[in-house]
C-alpha cells in the first residue's frame, strides 16, 4: 500500500527531503502540518532530528525538527530546501553578507573627495572584516580600499578630521 511520501511512517520520507544527511533520528518524528507548508508534489509529514556536516567549518549539526517546523511552516521555506551549514556558520555569513551590502551602499560616497574621514575608515573597517571572514573580495574592492586609505592620508596631511 502506498504511504503517500511517508505520511503515516517517517521512515518511509522521500530520501531526498535529507540528502546528504549523516544521520536521521526517527524518534524525535514530529508531525508536520502540511497546509502550512511550500511544496509542489511532495510535502514532509514529519520534521525529523537530522545531523549533517556544515562545509563551511566541516563541524557535525543537527537540523532539528523543532527549527525544520519553524522553517518549513513559520518562514515558508520550501520544502526541498534545508540547512546545509551549521547555526553559527549561517549566522557569521549572514553578517558578512550585511557587511558587504554596507559596502556596496555607501563606496560611491565614501570615495567622494568631500566624504569625511570617519566614514572612509569605517568603509575600510569594512572590507577589513570581509577579508577576515574569508570572503574572496574582488580587486576592485581592495583598489578601493586603496584609495580610501590614501585618501585618508592626504585629508590627514592637510589637518582634516
Not at 502550512?36 to 563541524?59: G, L, M
Not at 569625511?116 to 574572496?136: H, P, R
Request: with cysteine.
Amino acid at each position: 500500500m502506498f504511504d503517500g511520501f511517508g505520511k503515516n511512517d517517517p521512515r518511509k520520507m522521500p530520501k531526498h527531503l535529507f540528502w546528504g544527511t549523516l544521520h536521521i533520528n526517527y524518534p524525535t518524528a514530529i508531525r508536520a502540518d502540511i497546509a502550512k507548508q511550500d511544496f509542489s508534489v511532495c510535502p514532509r509529514h514529519w520534521y525529523i532530528d537530522a545531523a549533517f556536516r556544515c562545509p563551511r567549518c566541516n563541524r557535525t549539526f543537527v537540523f532539528s525538527a523543532e527549527e525544520q517546523r519553524f522553517w518549513y511552516e513559520e518562514l515558508k521555506f520550501y520544502v526541498d530546501s534545508q540547512a546545509t551549514h551549521c547555526k553559527e556558520c549561517r549566522k557569521e555569513m549572514r553578517q558578512l553578507k550585511a557587511l558587504k551590502q554596507e559596502y556596496d551602499r555607501d563606496i560611491v560616497s565614501a570615495l567622494a573627495s568631500s566624504a569625511n574621514v570617519q566614514q572612509k575608515e569605517d568603509l575600510i573597517s569594512v572590507v577589513d572584516a570581509l577579508t577576515e571572514g574569508g570572503v574572496q573580495l574582488p580587486e576592485k574592492i581592495l583598489d578601493n580600499r586603496r584609495v580610501l586609505q590614501q585618501q585618508i592620508e592626504r585629508l590627514r596631511g592637510q589637518g582634516a578630521a
